[in-house]
């Protein structure tokens, strides 16, 4: 059976669990119905019993006290009677004080007024074993199982007559009607089992194949998936139960597969196009300096200043594609408390000497943050390096510090052509640059700000500035308030084109 329902699979096992459970329930439902009629049928016995040894106590035995030779006749004319006892028939046995037995059994007994002549020994034997037991039951009910008649169900009881027992009526009936009851239970249950065991296999039948068709569908998609093919779906229709829920979470799964596929072919084919660019610059300059017999030294420095800014170009998005590559392992930041009032102010100052821009620190810079400082201070230099990138010489960058509840945002504001809306949720995408931006770069910068912020399980949001321009903002939890010391005006520091550092609004000058 164990092999049967192997080789039939979840249908086979859905089959043979409803059968089981089904045969199991019968058995019990069989078993408590047998018992319940076997008792029902023996109390019916009992009163009938009763009711006879009460109908004998007062028309068989006279109501005064008499000898023993008067009751005994009394009780003869009475059981005279009835029938024989017998499956349909009462056994009546009267023990007359001082006299005889008398009972309308006689060769139960053991009486000699039947012709014993065939019997056998042993049967002789049976009956004097089965008459002794009768005599001496105690009073009340009793059951006894003669060799002879079966099951025979037995009451015992005194005649009273004068505060004298004048007999002692035994009282009995056949449990073959028991039997036959029990019997009775037993084919209509097995009849109705069987044709109930049926019609349930059959329905079980029909209700596995319902269950498993979607499972089949499942089975074959996942086939073809394994087979390289992402393109099937299950598309699981009829009410929203478990197995639908499951084609619905197996059908987003394959989305998120194909999704995945083709962002990993993408992301694969730009960073092969990537690096391939800074290869095919080098080695048409390393050409050209090969077709001329005697190069010029200003021509080996040209070519050494490209090739050394192409191979810096390859560092970066090396280096780049190893920082998605960590954030894709999750093992991108190492958490810990910063102070962030140094943090914030060092980092601002550092910024400051990167270009020919007007800088600007504004908002809450007071308490800690639970954050790894490293890439969060890297972040910020992508940002701060994409606002610069879109602002002309003595432009804006602010770098905006505020609360947001037990979160802080910190964002990059810039007074540039801003970012368009139907791109804000792109540019975070890799490798991905705006159709009208012709400037130079990866386009990993914004992925790994992205990256850095999910890693901090923050996010990352693009919109516009108070100037106009583009606004990029990372929101962190883990921001505690400390002791407030924002200073009463914005920090802001500026260049003219000599590239000399002005600050405003004490703060300190160069970074460390």
Known sequence: MHELTRRGGVRARLIALIAGL??????VTGYFVYR???????????DDLRQDAAAFSIQ????????????????????????????????????????????NEPELLGGNDRDQANESIQQRAREATDAGRIRTAPFGYATLDLTEGGGLRLLTRPIVRSDRTVATLSVGESLASVQRAQQGVIKALLLAGSLTLAAAILL????????????????????????????????????????????????????????????????????S?????????????????????????????????????????MERLVDDLLVLARADEGALVQLRDVELDPFVRDLFHSLTTTADRHFELTGEVDGTLHADPDRLAQALHNLARNAI???????????????????????????????????????FDRFH??????????????????????????????????????????????????TPIQPETPLSAGSDRRGDVRAGGGAPQGVP
């Open 433 to 482: 640059r705006a159709e009208t931006d012709r400037r130079s770069g990866s386009g990993l910068g914004l992925s790994i700000v992205r990256a850095i912020a999910e890693a901090h399980c923050g996010s990352v949001n693009a919109s516009s500035s108070p100037e106009g321009g583009a606004r990029v903002a990372i929101v962190l939890p883990g921001w505690r308030r400390g």
């Open 204 to 271: 079980g039948a029909a209700l596995a194949a319902r269950i498993v068709r979607p499972l089949r569908r499942m089975a074959r998609t996942a086939a073809r998936v394994d087979a390289g093919d992402l393109a099937p779906r299950i598309h699981a229709q009829g009410p929203q139960d478990e197995i639908h829920v499951l084609a619905d979470a197996f059908d987003h799964m394959l989305d998120r597969l194909e999704e995945a596929f083709a962002g990993q072919r993408a992301f694969v084919a730009d960073a």
């Open 60 to 103: 068989a035995v006279p109501g005064r006290a008499e000898g023993p030779a008067t009751t005994a006749a009394s009780v003869r004319r009475y059981l005279a009677t009835q029938p024989a006892f017998g499956e349909s028939a009462r056994l009546f046995v009267v023990r007359v004080s001082g006299g005889p037995i008398v009972t």
């Open 389 to 427: 990138e879109h602002t002309t010489d003595g432009g804006l960058v602010r770098l905006r510090v505020t609360a947001v509840g037990a979160a802080l945002e910190m964002a990059v504001e810039d007074d540039g052509p801003g970012i368009p809306e139907s791109e804000r949720t792109r540019v």
């Open 273 to 313: 196009h990537e690096l391939r660019t800074p290869l095919t610059v080098i080695r048409g300059q390393l050409e050209v300096l090969s077709r001329q017999a005697a190069p010029s030294a200003e021509d080996v420095r040209r070519t050494e200043r490209i090739a050394r800014a192409e191979l810096v170009r």
């Open 22 to 27: 089904l045969v199991a329930a019968l058995g």
């Open 36 to 46: 319940g009629t076997g008792a029902q049928v023996r109390r019916a016995i009992d």
